[in-house]
Structure formats: C-alpha cells, structure tokens
C-alpha cells in the first residue's frame, strides 16, 4: 500500500489550486512554557466539551486548564498529590457523556472525574488492576476505554467503574501491544489502539475480539518508522491520528490520508481532539521548546467519501 497524498485537480487554474494547497489551516495557537495561567509544562492530551471549549492536560504542571474555543483562558484547577482532589502527571482526558472530565490520573494508577468546574465528582480504578493508565477514551454510552502502558493492555469499564473487559498482553503478536499509548472508540463501539511500540493501529470489538490491524508496512511513511501518538475520530467516524508530525486520516483499507503537516504549525504533536465546530485542537511540547495548543482548520466533509472505503469490521 501507498501513501495517499492530496491529488491535484484536473483545471487550468493551477496556481489557485497551489495557492490553496500551500496555505496554513492554523487558526491561531496559544501557550508558552511556564506554570502562570494559560502556560504549560509538557501539555499532552487534550479535549472539547459540548459548548466548544478546549480542555488540556498540563502535564507535568500536574493540572488541567480550561480554555474558550478561540483559546482564551477560563480556570485551571489540580495540584499535585494523592488525595482524591489531586493530580499526579494527568495525561489523557475525554468527556463523559455528561459533559464532565475523566482524567488519567497516571502516578496516581486511577481514573478521575471531575465538573468543568474542577469539582471532584469520583474515581474509578486503582493499583489492583491498573499501573500506568494513560489513554482514554468514552463511548457513547459512556463506557471507559483505558490503556496501561505498563501492563500493555486495555481496560473496558461499565459507567459505574467496573471492568467489563480486558485484553493485551507485551510482545509484537496481532493480539499484543507494546506501550499501547492512546486509544479512541467510535460509534461502532469499536475500540482504535495506537500500539506505539509495534507501530500500529488496532482495531477491537468491546470484548476484545481483534477485528483489524494496520502496521507501518500499510502506511508506507517516510523511511517507514512510525512514531504514532494521539488519535481520534471525526463526526464521520474517520480515525484521525498523528504519525511523524504529521496528521492523518486511517482510511479504512488502512492507508494514509494526509491531513495537516509542519507547513500548519505542526511540530512534536502529541494529542488531537475534534470539536462539534469542525476544528481539529492539537497539544504538542518538546523538552524545552514547545508546549502550546493549536486549533486548526479542518471539513470534515472533505473527507466524506473516504468511509466509502473498506469496512473496518474484517476479521484476522
């Protein structure tokens, strides 16, 4: 399989097609490197509630911050600790169905809930059974999809906590991951796995039965390593993933669709999150340089057709 790139279109106004393509889709982008208001100290995952604001995990600042939808600053709330209110390096949130924040609490080995507001409302898990949550992920019907990078392995829970399923094990085998790093579910209820050590997205039912697998062989990018980070889906349920500083969509015979690139700001991308508007919010941070968050431009309608492709649901 072979990279898709964006075709150009057969006209003769080719420069206003190259004017097009080369343009940015950044909307404008916000934070710095710092602990005040609105700065961050390696930002990772990132979210958007119902009314369009863009919640970020502020790493290792052991917070979340709230921000309007053009990223203007609204409240900040967590402090480091290990009581119920605290936070230890949260890194993955997605919104209930309730509009509420689950967080994973990573050092703490827990899930947390919480208003927009920042009042704790539970927790969900502990060192029995989780070690490193990281990614996470809801259903529509607000179960919890959680990966442990530790145990390389993915956790389902019922709404109230309980584990519904659970599989992975380590190692490079179709039903194995290596530090599975973030996952998204769609209205499927079909559960995606960035599988970062082994390079690949897996696709899973809720009970775990494997129903497809994409490696960098499918994706064909680059000299063919595939540094994966976050993903997500569209409100056509495209996979939308990032891959060496790049975002794509996972079309579903598996290919690459090109999406955004460095030319739109891109640069160490870690988590992306679709807002109902239509945007696309990315975080991204390196060491000592960048950590700040984007929004950017993006039609999901542009890629309607891609779910014309292959279904996901083939068995292996």
Request: aromatic share 10%.
């Amino acid at each position: 399989m072979y990279l898709l790139r964006r075709l150009v279109p057969t006209t003769t106004d080719v420069s206003e097609w190259k004017e097009q393509a080369e343009a940015s889709k950044l909307i404008r982008k916000f934070g710095r490197k710092g602990k005040g208001k609105g700065q961050f100290n390696m930002p990772t995952g990132i979210a958007v509630s119902k009314a369009g604001d863009i919640i970020v995990c502020d790493t290792e600042n052991h917070r979340i911050q709230i921000f309007g939808s053009e990223g203007t600053f609204k409240h900040k709330f967590g402090t480091r600790g290990t009581d119920p209110d605290n936070l230890c390096y949260p890194i993955c949130v997605a919104m209930t169905t309730d509009d509420c924040l689950a967080i994973t609490d990573s050092v703490n080995a827990c899930i947390k809930v919480f208003t927009q507001n920042g009042d704790f409302q539970n927790k969900y898990g502990n060192s029995s059974f989780l070690q490193f949550p990281y990614g996470i992920a809801i259903s529509h019907d607000n179960f919890m999809i959680v990966t442990d990078i530790c145990k390389h392995c993915v956790y389902v829970l019922y709404p109230s906590g309980g584990i519904c399923s659970e599989f992975g094990t380590y190692g490079s085998g179709l039903k194995e991951f290596d530090h599975p790093y973030f996952v998204a579910v769609n209205r499927e209820k079909q559960i995606i796995v960035s599988d970062s050590g082994n390079s690949s997205i897996k696709i899973f039912q809720f009970e775990g039965k494997l129903l497809r697998v994409f490696s960098n062989k499918d994706f064909c990018v680059g000299d063919n390593f595939c540094a994966l980070q976050g993903l997500c889906t569209d409100s056509h349920d495209n996979t939308i993933l990032i891959c060496n500083n790049t975002v794509y969509i996972v079309t579903k015979n598996g290919r690459l669709w090109e999406v955004l690139t460095s030319k739109d700001g891109l640069n160490y991308p870690k988590c992306v999150a679709f807002s109902n508007s239509g945007r696309l919010i990315v975080s991204q941070s390196v060491a000592s340089d960048r950590h700040e968050a984007l929004i950017l431009e993006y039609n999901a309608e542009d890629y309607k057709s891609l779910n014309s492709l292959l279904l996901y649901a083939i068995s292996v």
